[in-house]
């Protein structure tokens, strides 16, 4: 039994766009997520990611990206944030991530069991050094344990741009 043309030529036209448009995501030089046990975040859960820059002209997108249950208490979510460059040198900053609006809808995708958020840490990022960075979410709320907060991941997404040298 052979299938007649036009079904032939009507599959390969299918596949031809599903590959076109399963190439044209987002791309990360890196990603990684971390599930906090019990999702329960405390003071002592120190979250590193680690991760290589090779060129130093490239310009990143930083993103945070956080799962955490719809029962979660309050809006926004405070975290330290510290990068460690290859050269030893660390910066740090304090970062509210607001998870929701004021009246108190999520922001992201959400479920019955769980929300999905994703915010810019820094948007158009470039590393001055080659070599292996850390960033470390350390949480800076008023309370040693947060619950609620499922995983967090650290994603550096190429922008496909590069830095004006001057």
């Given at each position: 039994?052979?299938l007649?043309?036009?079904?032939?030529?009507?599959?390969?036209?299918?596949?031809?766009?599903l590959?076109?448009?399963?190439?044209?995501?987002?791309s990360?030089?890196?990603?990684?997520?971390?599930?906090?046990?019990?999702?329960?975040?405390?003071?002592?859960d120190?979250?590193?990611?680690?991760?290589?820059?090779?060129?130093?002209?490239?310009?990143y997108?930083?993103?945070?990206?956080?799962e955490?249950?719809?029962?979660?208490?309050?809006?926004?979510?405070?975290?330290?944030?510290?990068?460690?460059?290859?050269?030893?040198?660390?910066?740090?900053?304090?970062?509210?991530?607001?998870?929701?609006?004021?009246?108190g809808?999520?922001?992201?995708?959400?479920?019955?069991?769980?929300?999905?958020?994703e915010?810019?840490?820094?948007?158009?990022?470039?590393?001055?050094?080659?070599g292996?960075?850390?960033?470390?979410?350390?949480?800076?709320?008023?309370?040693?344990?947060?619950?609620?907060?499922?995983?967090?991941?650290?994603?550096?997404?190429d922008?496909?741009?590069?830095?004006?040298?001057?």
């Amino acid at each position: 039994m052979s299938l007649p043309v036009s079904r032939i030529f009507s599959f390969l036209c299918f596949a031809t766009l599903l590959f076109a448009l399963s190439s044209c995501g987002k791309s990360y030089l890196y990603e990684e997520r971390i599930d906090l046990p019990d999702a329960q975040w405390t003071y002592q859960d120190s979250l590193e990611y680690q991760f290589e820059v090779s060129d130093t002209n490239k310009l990143y997108n930083i993103l945070v990206s956080l799962e955490h249950s719809p029962e979660f208490k309050t809006q926004n979510l405070y975290t330290r944030i510290a990068t460690t460059f290859p050269d030893g040198n660390r910066l740090s900053k304090v970062v509210s991530l607001e998870l929701a609006d004021k009246v108190g809808f999520w922001y992201g995708d959400c479920n019955s069991e769980t929300c999905l958020f994703e915010a810019p840490i820094q948007g158009n990022a470039y590393f001055n050094q080659q070599g292996q960075y850390t960033i470390t979410l350390v949480q800076h709320m008023r309370k040693d344990s947060i619950n609620g907060i499922q995983a967090i991941a650290i994603k550096l997404e190429d922008t496909g741009q590069t830095r004006q040298l001057q």
